[in-house]
Every structure is written in structure tokens, then in C-alpha cells.
């Protein structure tokens, strides 16, 4: 038994100030020696930077992504999805588990570009709004990223894209570490991309944010957004789980016996 609800907006979530010792050093990482940037918009101050030539590039290149609007991306729509589990063969679960997703469906800026286009400029721009749209409204859904214990992402890509556009908004540290960093995790995120017609459901697996190998935290959601990707279009998704699933009992990898052929008594052929 469990109750979903579903959700669909617009518009880009509110800005968090993380203050794990993983965000500082992400951070520090970024914002290179020598950097400072102010900024008071209501008094029209203009922004300064203090910095060499060279080493900030990327760090002052977020810092304007994270800035951009819903129509530079080509945002058209935002899904949220969420299910609270309470029972499972006919047993109450030992708490309620929420299993939440949010895809957002932006237009795709590669199209028509071919095979040796170079993706980057457009990546670096792109994926790190991505990263923060979608996690401020994933964490809000689940009450906090510290109720968050499992994580995954996706992209689908429209009819008229290549599979690699895909993959250039989820695999690459403008999405993926941002996405780790905002969730509070460590671990690597699994994932699952694919290119299909709108309305095609997307299965997300996840895993511990912290520790992957912790195999009650294997789980999937399903995805999928009834009138996207267009053609033109991605859907980029962000998904999360509070807990394990329910009623978790096969053991665990530090638990685990050592299995080998060597160690069976029967092998199957």
C-alpha cells in the first residue's frame, strides 16, 4: 500500500548554502585563490573580480549558470513524483518510505548539430541549473537532504537527439557532483538514460549516497512525463529515497559468505 502524488511547475527552486566539509572542499575547488565576487543587486553594485587570467574559469561559468532563468535553459515544464510505501505483503514496513523523482524537460540545444559537435559550451552552462533545480525541489518533497538515503538520475533524450545528449547533462561533474554535493552524499550516483518518444517510462535505479554497496538501498522508481521528450526535447531527471526497501533481508556485501565455483558443491553447467 502507498500514496503517490504527483506534481507539475515551473520556475527554479530556492538557493541553498551547504556547510558539509565535502560541500567546502567542492567549493573551495572551484573558487580558486584569488577569487571574490560581490554582488548587491538591489544597489546596482557591480560585480568585481579580483583574480588571475586563468583558474576560474569554470568556478565564474557555474556562478552565472546558477543565475540563468527557466527560458535560458529552455525549461517548459517541471514533474514531481512522489510515493510513501506503508506496507508490503500485507506487513506495515518497519517506518514509511518516500520514493520521489523530478524531471524537468528542456529543450535540446544540440540538435541538428551532428556527431562531431562539441557539447561543452552548452553543458557547462546547462547542467549545473539542472543540478540545482532539481534537487531543491527533490529535497523539499522528502522534508530535507538529510532524510535522503538513496539517490539515482536519468535523461531521456527526444527522437531527434543523440543518445550522447543525453548523457552530456548527467555524466559530467557540472551535473553529477553538484547533485551529490546538494544530496549530502558520496557516493557515485547510478543512472539510466536512454532515447524514446514522449511518454515513455524511464525505470531509475539508486543506491546508498553513501555508501553503495549497502544492498538494501538497491531500488528503483519509475519515470515518466506523458507528453516528453518531444523530438527536440530532454528530460532530465533527479530521484530519491528516504530509506531501503521494504522488508530488506538478503544480507549485505561485508556480511556475505565468499562464494567461488570453488566453493559451491554444485556448480550449474
Known sequence: MFQMERQEAGGIGSPRNPTSRQNRQFRCGLMTAGVRIWKAREDRLTETLDRPESGCLWSC???????????????????????????????????????????????????????????????????????????????????????????????????????????????????????????QGESIICFADTRAEAGETLIVPLWHKTHAATRSHYQTISARVPDAPRADEIVVIAAASTGPRPHPRIGDRMTDPVVTTETLEVVPS
Not at 553543458?123 to 549545473?128: F, H, L, S, T, W
Not at 539515482?152 to 553529477?176: Q, S
Open 61 to 183: 561559468a557555474m556562478q552565472e549558470s546558477l543565475e540563468q532563468s527557466d527560458e535560458s535553459i529552455g525549461l517548459r515544464k517541471l514533474v514531481l513524483y512522489r510515493e510513501v510505501v506503508f506496507t508490503e505483503a500485507g506487513e506495515a514496513v518497519v517506518r514509511p518510505v518516500q520514493r520521489a523523482s523530478v524531471a524537468a524537460v528542456i529543450r535540446n540545444p544540440w540538435v541538428g548539430s551532428g556527431p562531431s559537435a562539441d557539447l561543452s559550451m552548452e553543458q557547462a552552462r546547462i547542467a549545473p541549473v539542472l543540478a540545482q533545480l532539481l534537487t531543491d525541489r527533490l529535497i523539499t518533497s522528502v522534508g530535507g537532504a538529510d532524510e535522503i538515503e538513496a539517490f539515482g538520475k536519468a535523461a531521456i533524450v527526444g527522437t531527434a537527439g543523440e543518445i550522447e545528449h543525453a548523457g552530456a547533462l548527467i555524466h559530467t561533474p557540472y551535473f553529477g557532483n553538484l547533485v551529490r554535493e546538494f544530496l
